[in-house]
């Protein structure tokens, strides 16, 4: 059974400094990795989607990398701003369906 | 862009009551998926259809069903609901591995 697991829960960080946000999955077989943004009241934006061929995968000031046999990605945003406050969540393919991350909710504060 | 039209917003409904909740995408997407999101909990596939005519049970099917007449909708049905189906209702498309969300409907069974 795949489980996700996203360290931390909660993350709050001064404006201008570089966000870490971490995924771990166990079962490394997968074929992808997909980062979504939620904001609070909303659906799930999809920011970052990595094949497994991939080990990153960039968009502006995001970066996402892909490490299959450690079971972990992690998405970098660089320069955080108020506006990248909200919950960051993870997912990977299990059998017909995805399994997500709990997400890490992360305020920028101005 | 409409991409996936979700509707109602927000329902309050009395226990015992049925209801459906609508999912509308204009993307001609195959997959299309149900999820439900709770706190403490994360998100939950419902049901999910790889295509047109077919449908399949996700991790919490009971109490819900679904139909996939066309492309297009992917309608969920809750015959009679219970306090604990109150969630935020997910539709979400998926097109080359990549999933997309609506914005969601908050169901309050009382």
């Known amino acids: 059974k795949q489980e996700v697991t996203q360290i931390p829960a909660a993350l709050s960080v001064p404006e201008g400094e570089n966000l870490v946000l971490n995924c771990s999955f166990t079962d490394s077989a997968i074929y992808n990795l997909q980062w979504f943004r939620q904001d609070p009241g909303k659906g799930l934006t999809s920011l970052l989607l990595?094949?497994?061929?991939?080990r990153e995968q960039t968009s502006g000031r995001l970066n996402a990398s892909l490490d299959k046999s450690s079971g972990r990605s992690t998405l970098y945003i660089a320069a955080s701003q108020p506006g990248d406050s909200a919950t960051y969540l993870c997912?990977?393919?299990?059998?017909?369906?995805?399994?997500f991350g709990a997400g890490t909710t992360v305020t920028v504060r101005a | 862009t409409a991409g996936i039209t979700q509707a109602p917003t927000s329902q309050i409904l009395a226990a015992g009551r049925s209801m459906t909740l609508r999912c509308t995408q204009d993307m001609r997407h195959n997959a299309m998926y149900w999820y439900r999101q709770d706190l403490g909990l994360g998100l939950r596939l419902i049901h999910y259809?790889?295509?047109?005519?077919?449908?399949g049970k996700g991790e919490v099917p009971d109490g819900y069903s679904v139909s996939r007449a066309n492309t297009d909708d992917f309608p969920l049905t809750l015959a009679s609901a219970v306090p604990s189906q109150t969630s935020v209702y997910f539709c979400?498309?998926?097109?080359?591995?990549?999933?997309?969300f609506g914005e969601g409907s908050r169901l309050t069974v009382l």
């Open positions: 979400a498309t998926a097109w080359g591995g990549e999933l997309f």
């Open positions: 990595i094949q497994s061929s991939q």
């Open positions: 997912a990977v393919p299990n059998d017909y369906k995805l399994s």
């Open positions: 259809s790889n295509t047109a005519g077919t449908t």
